[in-house]
């Protein structure tokens, strides 16, 4: 009840000490039914450190969505 039921992706940051990857993980298991967390070792901009890493797990993300 109350959870988001749409597929749904985290990618958390095991460097980022802003938004503790800790803390997004639990979050994002509490509230979701069907969600996949990725670690990525990177700081708080992983999407700007890591963003052939990123922009890959987005793909595969979307591919998955699409096909199921």
Known sequence: EGKL???YLY???KQDYVCRMEVGSHVTEKNTTDSRIEV???GHWVQLEKPD???ELLV???EEVVTN
Do not use: Y
């Open 5 to 7: 039921t749409v597929k």
């Open 11 to 13: 990618i958390a940051a």
């Open 60 to 62: 595969k993300f979307a």
């Open 40 to 42: 990525v070792d990177a």
């Open 53 to 55: 890493v990123v922009n």
